[in-house]
Nanobody, 119 residues
Framework: QVQLVESGGGLVQPGGSLRLSCAAS????????MGWYRQAPGKQRDLVAL???????NYADSVKGRFTISRDNAKNTVYLQMNSLKPEDTAVYYC?????????????WGQGTQVTVSS
């Protein structure tokens, strides 16, 4: 069984910072892409940032220059450093991992962590 466990969400004022973490555990052979998505109430789940196993990154235009994605392959963990937060960043943030188990390659999701940006 594979689990993705997120942490680091919370309430922050506009202009503030938060750091999200997501650790993958279980019977994992290899992790390919890892990413962060977010879903605001009444909206679809959208990609925020993606990082490949080699460290290449991709960001949504709305977060470029403010958010930084990174990963620690030894710990099977992905991070999202969020700076200069805005009220429109408020959403549930989900971790995603494209990973290989012994016989199956599939996408896995975390349970989500709430980020609220408000004064």
């Amino acid at each position: 069984q594979v689990q993705l466990v997120e942490s680091g969400g919370g309430l922050v004022q506009p202009g503030g910072s938060l750091r999200l973490s997501c650790a993958a555990s279980g019977n994992i052979f290899k992790i390919y892409n890892m990413g962060w998505y977010r879903q605001a109430p009444g909206k679809q789940r959208d990609l925020v940032a993606l990082i490949t196993s080699g460290g290449s990154t991709n960001y949504a235009d709305s977060v470029k220059g403010r958010f930084t994605i990174s990963r620690d392959n030894a710990k099977n963990t992905v991070y999202l450093q969020m700076n200069s937060l805005k009220p429109e960043d408020t959403a549930v943030y989900y971790c995603n991992a494209d990973l290989q188990r012994v016989a199956v390659r599939a996408d896995y999701w975390g349970q989500g962590t709430q980020v609220t940006v408000s004064s």
